[in-house]
């Protein structure tokens, strides 16, 4: 009989463990939240400019420089630019666009020091869940524009996207029931939480491919535009 009454006891404990883990993962996140991502509109094209012809050349690194470049691809192509991208230049191809475009790319994923306080003492008012970890993420578009009409260099473009981003996921917030472990959980989990959580990438990628790729086809837009107008004056 008090066998019995204390698997009843056990039962009903687990339960309610379990219970209480499962509102707390229900609601424990931040989801994503980029704080900057309008710094990066995209300026109006003038379209009746755009017959121009741009051999793209990519120098990536990664698949998620590979999806940003060809959104700007796509983005050039949407507003009536001529694209040919992957362009593979070689004496022949030269000639057959009006620019080439060179664009080596860059990325780099950051962390941040205030996670650790995000993450303790935080976790005793819920930090991470509607705070959020900070991270910072960087991508570097340094852009080499050869007129092929003229055979001219233009002056090398660089465009930094600066991502100022906040983000929380259960694979970090389950550090919140610390109060199990007298704070420990916590204190250790803030202390690797300061570093970028890799996971949040392809979530990243989704949310901003359009956006920058647009911001980026800009930048090269309104360069062959300007370099191609006085020779049509």
Known sequence: MITTALKARWVS????????????????????????????????????????????????????????????????????????????????????????????TSSEYKGSGWNFLINWPGFLVWAPAWHGYDYRVIYGFDMDITDTKTGTSLPRLSTPIDLDIRHADMNRTWTELSWLEWSMIAFIGGIVFTRYDKSLTPQLINAIETKIGDYTSSKIGSTVIAARTPAAQ
């Open 13 to 104: 404990s687990r339960f309610s463990g379990l219970l209480a883990l499962a509102v707390f993962s229900t609601g424990c996140a931040h989801s994503l939240e980029i704080k900057n991502l309008d710094m990066y509109k995209a300026p109006f094209i003038n379209s009746e400019h755009t017959n121009v012809s741009i051999g793209l050349i990519g120098v990536t690194s990664s698949p998620e420089e590979d999806r940003l470049l060809t959104a700007a691809a796509n983005a050039l192509k949407r507003d009536g630019f001529k694209v040919e991208f992957p362009f593979f230049v070689n004496d022949t191809t030269r000639s057959s666009v009006d620019f080439i475009v060179k664009v080596k």
